[in-house]
Structures are given as C-alpha cells and as structure tokens.
C-alpha cells in the first residue's frame, strides 16, 4: 500500500518509519492532521543547518557511540552523531549499492582514503565487507609509484575511489608506458565521472574495465547505487533508508533533491537538501530493482555574479563535457582586466594548442549561457581567454575534489 504526496508514493513502511522519526524528533503529527499535511509542514533544511547544531558536547552526545566530522561544501564542522546500530544499518545498505555496482567476494578492492579523527572513511571497509570480498585500503598519501605496486602485488581487481583521486596515477601509467590489466571495475563517488574522463582511464586497466558509481553526502549518508544499466548520471534510490523528494520541479521534472535519512534517529536528518538538482526517471530498470531512480543534473544554487547578473555555474562543467577534456586539463576562472571588465579564462592543454577546438570552445561559450554571450556583446564581460594549465595549477578542494571554477577577482 502507498500514500500519494506531492506526486510521490510514500509506501506504508515508508510512512511508519517517517511518523516515528517525527515523534522522535518532538515533531509529532497533531490529532486531526494527516500524514501528507504534516509532512508539508516540516522545514527544510541544509548543511548550515547541520552544522549550527554545535560541537558533540549537546544532550544528545550522552547517547551517541560514534562521531563523525566534516566540513563539506559550508567549510565549516558539521558532527554527525550516531549510535552503532545505526552505522550498521548505513553500512549494510551501502554494501548492497557496491554488490549491484560489481563487487564480488572474490574481489580484491583497493579503497583510497585513511580514516582519521573522527572521520567516517572506516564505514566504507564495513559496506564493503557486505559484499564478502577482500579489502586492500590502500590510503592516499603515498605516492602514485608505490600505490601502482601495491596494486600490482595483491593483485587488485576493483578500484574504490574518487576520480580527482585517479589522476596522479593515471599520469604515471601514461608516462610509464603501462597498463593495470587485473582492473576490471572502477566504483566511484564523491564527483561525477565524466566521459572523457572515463575514455581516458579506461585505456590503463583491464580490456573491458567497467565504470560505476554510489551516491551519498556525509550528512545523509548512502542515498543512491549504479546498476549494471544505469547511465552515469542515473542512480536507484535506497529507498529501504532515504526518502527522496525533488522540489520546485521545472517543466521537465528537474528540482531540488531533499532527502530523509530514516535510520537516523539519535541526530535525525529531516527534509535536508542534497545540494544536487535531480529529477525522478519514469519506467522499470532493465535490472529487476523496484526502487526508484534518479537522473542527476548538477549542483543547486551555484552561481556566480558578474555584469550585473547572476549566472549558473552548472553550464561549465556542460562547457568542459562537450568539448571533452580530461578533468586534470579544465579549469574555468573569472579575472577582472585592465580595462575593469570581467573575464574568463579557460586553462587547458588541449584547447590552448588546437585553434579549432578554441573556436568550438567560444561557440559553446554563448551557447551554454546565452547572458554570457548577450554580455560580451554588450561589452559588460571580456571574450573568452585561453592559456595552459600545469599540475600544480591544478587545484582541489579541502574534500580532495577537482575545482573547475575559480573566481579570481578578489
């Protein structure tokens, strides 16, 4: 049985756990009031939110057995507070996504990242031992040579990693000469994998290497899983833990993606925003799974404000897709010339030695943002601007990302 709320089908365990989470969170559905009602009526809420809850010194710490800790997209601390069956719960789940990405119990997964004060990276070895297969956590501070031969060594068939993370590695492979042919699975997360990127990593490991990806933030947890059918940017929902909802849908179903964790009860996570623009896909997976599934569509709310104007920064990455370059040879950054207009430039190898692919670069340039190209008319923004791009211009994120935008002007 399922409840219909704002063109979402709420199953009846679903409601259960979603008016038991309310209760527990002191916001208990009032007598007279329906379920669809009062679900309306509760905030939504964002990582700021999260944050401002305060160090893990609150009331609810007494009962809490694990700490996590991240700064994430708000460069601020955001503490999780959890108790061990919920972590188990979490993990469980997560393993599911990795089974359905590939992973199996003859597996050797090598896992990127060290856990450390209170950090949430051991979460994944648990996730992984659902899968049965043999964890090789390799962490991330050694350098690319020795991480090749750890991998070479214990014979290692899965990559468990992010794919700003690939890059160093890759490069060596590509300057070396060599090839990792005991690969047959990359599982990604934390970024999206772009196609050039993809097409490029794939040319280093085993014949036929297959791509997937899982889907979570560290304030949710694991919300999303790759099937063996499932486009790049299409995940299933675990819809056993979160319940989803896009909001303020556009004409084509594109939104806001706002998740519940419902095994979070000790420091809940009610109607928070992913930071991510979603719509939901219409249809059954080829892959048997009744859990639904999302198209991702970049990030909410980024944006930018020069000439006067706001600008999505979405368009970018859209900008660095159809040209197709690699995504340690992108980078977009806004400078103000001499002449006090603001300017692009856009670094990359590729373009800065090929005249046509600068010429395709500038069509794209307004046809991706036509404000961008109605200013440039204007003469408010200068025209785009090439030039090269080093590694150590190549810059990451405190989370270990690729940035693809950087506004210089200040």
């Not at 365990?13 to 669809?36: D, H, K």
């Not at 809940?268 to 219409?282: C, E, K, M, T, Y």
């Not at 010339?337 to 670069?361: H, I, K, P, T």
């Not at 200068?382 to 690729?402: A, H, M, N, Q, Y």
Request: with cysteine.
């Amino acid at each position: 049985m399922s409840t219909r709320l704002d063109g979402l089908d709420v199953s009846d365990s679903q409601r259960e756990r979603l008016v038991a989470l309310l209760e527990g969170a002191g916001r208990a559905i009032p007598a007279g009031v329906g379920f669809a009602e009062a679900w309306s009526r509760v905030p939504i809420s964002d990582s700021q939110d999260h944050s401002s809850d305060g160090a893990p010194t609150s009331t609810r710490a007494e009962n809490a057995r694990i700490f996590f800790s991240s700064g994430g997209s708000t460069g601020s601390p955001k503490f999780t507070l959890l108790e061990f069956p919920e972590v188990l719960e979490n993990s469980r789940v997560h393993g599911k996504g990795y089974r359905s990405a590939g992973i199996a119990p003859d597996d050797v997964v090598a896992t990127w990242g060290i856990p450390g004060i209170m950090s949430s990276e051991f979460t994944a070895y648990l996730a992984l031992a659902e899968t049965g297969c043999r964890i090789l956590p390799i962490g991330n501070s050694i350098d690319a040579a020795s991480l090749i031969e750890v991998i070479r060594e214990f014979r290692t068939t899965v990559l468990l990693v992010m794919p700003s993370n690939l890059n160093p590695m890759i490069s060596l492979l590509r300057e070396r000469g060599e090839t990792i042919d005991s690969i047959r699975l990359v599982v990604t997360g934390g970024e999206p994998l772009l196609a050039a990127d993809k097409e490029r990593y794939s040319r280093f490991f085993g014949r036929g290497a297959t791509f997937r990806s899982v889907f979570q933030t560290s304030d949710t947890g694991t919300i999303g899983y790759q099937c063996a059918y499932s486009d790049p940017r299409e995940y299933h929902v675990h819809e056993e833990l979160q319940f989803v909802e896009i909001l303020n849908a556009d004409g084509g179903g594109v939104g806001e993606l706002v998740t519940t964790n419902m095994g979070r009860r000790l420091r809940p996570v009610i109607r928070q925003r992913s930071g991510d623009l979603a719509r939901f896909l219409d249809g059954d997976c080829a892959c048997g799974s009744a859990d639904r599934r999302i198209q991702l569509h970049g990030r909410y709310g980024r944006f930018v404000k020069f000439g006067g104007e706001k600008f999505d920064l979405n368009w970018i990455v859209g900008l660095k897709e159809k040209l197709g370059i690699q995504s340690d040879d992108f980078q977009m950054s806004l400078e103000r010339d001499e002449g006090a207009r603001d300017r692009f430039l856009l670094r990359s190898n590729l373009v800065v030695g090929d005249e046509a692919l600068q010429r395709r670069a500038v069509e794209l340039f307004g046809e991706l943002s036509e404000k961008v190209a109605v200013q440039i008319e204007r003469g408010v923004v200068g025209p785009v601007r090439f030039g090269g791009l080093s590694e150590s211009d190549v810059r990451l994120s405190s989370t270990g990302k690729i940035q693809y935008f950087i506004d210089g002007r200040a």
